[in-house]
């Protein structure tokens, strides 16, 4: 049997601004839109599924508890606004850490999918009939590598990584200015409605 689908997106860059290595909710700034976009997404039928590199916890910048802190308090803003989303997956390893628990080659950093494998296992999703939003190359050949749809928005690094994207010949599904109008896009797809763009 198929599993859910779902809309794994990117943090930093695609849902708030990127700030560098933010280790408390107020030092993030979620965009304005972002709320409706996973509202759309949600409606659309999708699990809304967050996958994230957190290397500032192998860097020693903030604790992986810090970092559920602030994803406790991202999800509040969008539980509040009935739009919530379902699920943080988040790699925290650094080669080269201080540390020794998180100074490893992982199978979780994108582009490797470890993320969203168990988000797949734990959630019972179908990554090949899924989506992937992000504004960064790693998040581009993260869809690829799983078999998901990859969305290129262009907030955050997106315009640097469309150039280095096009140089190395990866053509991403649709490039978005913003989350939200990748969120139209895919509701428009799934309708079967033809892209306007």
Not at 60 to 76: P, V
């Amino acid at each position: 049997m198929m599993g859910h689908r779902a809309v794994f997106l990117d943090r930093d860059g695609t849902i708030n601004e990127d700030c560098g290595y933010p280790g408390r909710f107020d030092q993030i700034r979620i965009y304005p839109y972002s709320l409706e976009a996973v509202r759309m997404i949600r409606e659309a039928g999708f699990k809304a599924v967050v996958v994230t590199n957190q290397s500032g916890v192998g860097r020693g910048f903030f604790t992986e508890d810090d970092l559920h802190r602030l994803h406790e308090r991202m999800a509040d803003v969008f539980e509040a606004e009935n739009t919530p989303l379902d699920a943080f997956y988040y790699c925290p390893h650094f080669e080269g850490s201080s540390l020794a628990e998180y100074n490893k080659a992982c199978s979780c950093r994108k582009p490797a999918t470890g993320m969203i494998r168990r988000a797949a296992e734990d959630l019972g999703l179908d990554p090949e009939a899924s989506y992937m939003i992000g504004d960064k190359v790693e998040d581009i050949l993260l869809g690829v590598h799983a078999g998901a749809l990859p969305i290129l928005v262009l907030t955050g690094y997106g315009r640097e990584s469309l150039a280095t994207l096009k140089e190395r010949g990866i053509r991403p599904a649709f490039v978005a200015e913003t989350l939200l109008e990748a969120a139209r896009w895919i509701v428009r797809r799934e309708k079967g409605e033809p892209d306007s763009r």
